[in-house]
């Protein structure tokens, strides 16, 4: 199902999540003015179905875009631990998000990097995928962290897609109808020591629920919240369950999750604002939760307006195992030409994510493939070299899962791998590093349980002398690192019967 190929700075008539050091981005520019659907909802809520005891499952169709020649996209390992996120964020609203379809792979570079948000509207309505919560991850969401158009979807930056990001929850809420707590006073800085109004105007363009075609549109009004709730279902969000909130920019908070910033409202009343909403501008270690009132909306949302994103199928279990690596293993010499990887498989797994590289933090990647199979095959790779690789296992419901333990091995040049010689016997590879292991191989067994191997350097010296047991008609001779020289060597196989003879050269590290 996959392959691998291998945020708002608005004008400022617009106002525009995430964190700091993220100040190049602004945090959200996603829909700042009341959907109608809520407006409508917030009237009348026990009008609407919230199926409160049900699991709701969301199709999402994500697109990772790239510059025009295929560049820096979003790696599948950091997709699969903000979609681990997205979900752990979602656990509590009875919502869970799905991989509906493939990961779309776009390459044009004026949407991976857009500057405004008509360019946006462009990647959303030419890449729409039907009945799915459209996800797009690019470099540069026209200077946001993330936004959200109702009739297109989300577009996500990457600096604000980390394991510990909200940036997708807090967008896909702004889909299924949130504004934020703070509505009015984007693109506004409050004050407390100036009078609080009472009333908010505000700019929407681009995020009405369907597309615009008077740009800008008009202005809208925002009540401003007070502290006692008088007028919670009238203004600012609508919810009477998140408290006022006026800050319109990335905030901190105290170890009771509240702003450091004091408010006051209208009236004079202080207060400090709630950091704990996702749909606030605190950072991310403040926020964990919708609130009761957020969650009710959003269910309603999707079982009126975005039913065609429901899924009522089977769901794939969690996945709590990680796989073995079962070869190669231990610094194992392999050819260059290909290698094959394998693993055990694990309950529930759909797909491996496997990662190769010669760092061993994978910061640069060798290999990397996505495969239903419990095998991988390599490409060419690069002679007298040692790897590292491990294996992850995920399918399209769950994705909090961990990697199997780092293997390694050891490229060996084909043409390092001699033809056996008369008597069957041949020694590979011929080209060695300090710490690797020479294979000794025959083709007949040997009656002589007793087989001595001894290596001489180019001095005729005796390096080293062992007693070894053939295993499989193979020999796995291990070279020590310590203090050998560069050069070339001779190892000797002398059991009862014969002696055979080849050489090896042992190069640098």
């Known amino acids: 199902m996959f392959r691998i190929l291998l945020i708002l700075c608005l004008p400022s008539f617009l106002f525009a999540q995430t964190e700091l050091p993220k100040t190049a981005f602004d945090p959200c520019g996603s829909p700042v003015g009341i959907d109608p659907w809520l407006a409508r909802y917030v009237k009348n809520p026990d009008q609407y179905n919230s199926r409160s005891q049900d699991t709701l499952t969301v199709g999402v169709q994500v697109h990772l ?37 493939p990961w779309n792979l776009v390459n044009k570079t004026s949407w991976y990097k857009h500057s405004d948000i008509p360019a946006g509207i462009q990647m959303m309505l030419t890449n729409d995928v039907p009945d799915a919560l459209n996800s797009y991850f690019v470099q540069d969401p026209a200077g946001n962290c993330g936004y959200s158009l109702p009739y297109g979807g989300v577009a996500i930056n990457h600096s604000c897609a980390n394991a510990n990001d909200h940036t997708w929850a807090h967008e896909i809420g702004h889909t299924l109808s949130l504004p934020h707590p703070f509505l009015g006073w984007e ?18 363009t681009y995020f009405h629920d369907t597309l615009d075609t008077t740009i800008p549109a008009p202005l ?18 609508l919810f009477c369950d998140t408290k006022p909130d006026y800050l319109s920019y990335r905030w901190s908070c105290d170890a009771q999750n509240n702003s450091l910033v004091k408010h006051k409202d209208p009236s004079g009343a202080d207060f400090y604002a ?16 919708f609130s009761p009132q957020q969650i ?40 260059d030409s290909a290698v094959t990887l394998r693993w055990s498989s694990v309950p529930n797994a759909a797909y491996y994510y496997v990662l190769g590289s ?54 060996a040049s084909t043409t390092a791998v001699k033809e056996p010689n008369a008597q069957g016997f041949r020694c590979y590879p011929n080209i060695l590093t300090p710490g690797a292991t ?72």
């Open 65 to 101: 875009l790239a510059t025009d020649a295929g560049g820096g996209r979003f790696s599948t390992e950091r997709l699969l631990n903000a979609f681990c996120r997205l979900n752990s964020d979602f656990e509590g609203t009875g919502i869970r998000f799905y991989f509906k379809n």
């Open 187 to 204: 693109g506004k800085t409050y004050s407390y020591n100036t009078p609080t109004p009472e009333l908010l105007t505000y700019d929407y």
């Open 274 to 289: 709630d950091g704990t909403l996702f749909m606030s501008y605190s950072s991310d270690e403040c926020q964990n939760r």
């Open 358 to 411: 010669r760092i061993i933090n994978f910061a640069a990647r060798d290999i990397e493939f996505i495969t239903t199979d419990t095998t991988a095959v390599t490409g060419k790779l690069i002679s007298n070299k040692k790897y590292y690789w491990k294996v992850r296992p995920f399918n399209n419901f769950y994705t909090c899962t961990n990697y199997a333990d780092i293997q390694s091995f050891i490229t």
């Open 438 to 509: 020479l294979i000794l191989e025959q083709n007949a067994v040997r009656e002589s349980s007793e087989t001595t191997v001894m290596v001489l350097n180019a001095a005729g010296q005796i390096c080293l002398k062992q007693t070894a047991p053939w295993t499989d008609r193979k020999i796995h001779l291990e070279i020590p690192a310590k203090n050998w020289p560069q050069g070339v060597y001779q190892v000797l196989v002398i059991d009862a019967h014969c002696i055979e003879s080849q050489r090896f050269i042992l190069a640098a590290q």
């Open 296 to 335: 009710a909306a959003m269910r309603a949302n999707l079982l009126s307006e975005k039913s065609s994103w429901l899924y009522n199928g089977p769901v794939d279990g969690k996945i709590t195992a990680v796989p073995n690596g079962l070869s190669p293993v231990a610094n194992e010499i392999t050819a």
């Open 220 to 237: 809208d009004t925002a009540l401003v919240e007070y502290l006692d709730g008088s007028n919670c279902a009238l203004a600012a969000d």
